[in-house]
């Protein structure tokens, strides 16, 4: 299985801050990279597809950038709503596989 | 837009099998693959399998031996049974769609709100 870390696991921050998650591959997977955004309680939300793809209806304040083993998600100016889980996920090879997540929460 | 709903016990005892219904409404089956995902209370996703439209399944080799999913597409359903449940099987089940494009990574688009399951006595 491919393994996937994320880092770091958790992530405080201000309204307004400028925010990186990165993404480690166990190896390269291309761009075969998607995120996703999970609130307490509920299902997890996508947010990129194909590393760098903005799923339709997602701000655009937020972005995926990467390719290989190395990906970064950034969310360019935190709004209240944003705090939340994120998680990435490969595709390239089944089993599909997540990383273990960052909690961003508020500073 | 395309509307996912879980069912199913809410509580299972040890060594019974877990069995859940997955309803798609709002759009058709065709041409998608048809996901479980769970995550242990407190922990990460994991992906158990999907099953194509066709009826074709693939599992994840961490649970193969004990899952088997099935698609009833008349009634807009497809269902996951897994075998021998443990404590260590009690999580949120998320059904959800995938999307598949050939050259491409392959992504969840839309998923159900979950149900816990249980496995206690």
């Known amino acids: 299985d491919i393994q996937m870390t994320q880092s770091p696991s958790s992530l405080s921050a201000s309204v307004g801050d400028r925010v990186t998650i990165t993404c480690r591959a166990s190896?390269?997977?291309?761009?075969?990279l998607s995120w996703y955004q999970q609130k307490p309680g509920k299902a997890p939300k996508l947010l990129i597809y194909?590393?760098?793809s903005l799923q339709s209806g997602v701000p655009s304040r937020f972005s995926g950038s990467g390719s290989g083993t190395d990906f970064t998600f950034t969310i360019s100016s935190l709004q209240p709503e944003d705090f939340a889980s994120y998680y990435c996920q490969q595709s390239s090879s089944l089993p599909y596989t997540f990383g273990q997540g960052t909690r961003l929460e508020i500073k | 837009q395309v509307q996912l709903q879980e069912s199913g016990p809410g509580l299972v005892k040890p060594s019974e099998t877990l069995s859940l219904t997955c309803t798609v409404s709002?759009?058709?089956?065709?041409?998608?693959?048809w996901n479980w995902i769970r995550q242990p209370p407190g922990k990460g996703l994991e992906w158990i399998g999907y099953i194509y439209y066709s009826g074709s399944p693939s599992y994840n080799p961490s649970l193969k031996s004990r899952v088997t999913m099935s698609l009833a597409t008349s009634k807009n359903q497809f269902s996951l049974k897994l075998t021998s449940v443990t404590a260590a099987d009690t999580a949120v089940y998320y059904c959800?769609?995938?999307?598949?494009?050939?050259?491409?990574?392959?992504?969840?688009?839309?998923w159900g709100q979950g149900i816990l399951v249980t496995v206690s006595s």
């Open positions: 194909a590393a760098s």
């Open positions: 709002g759009g058709s089956m065709r041409d998608y693959h």
């Open positions: 190896q390269s997977i291309a761009r075969y």
């Open positions: 959800a769609r995938l999307i598949a494009m050939a050259g491409t990574a392959d992504w969840f688009d839309s």
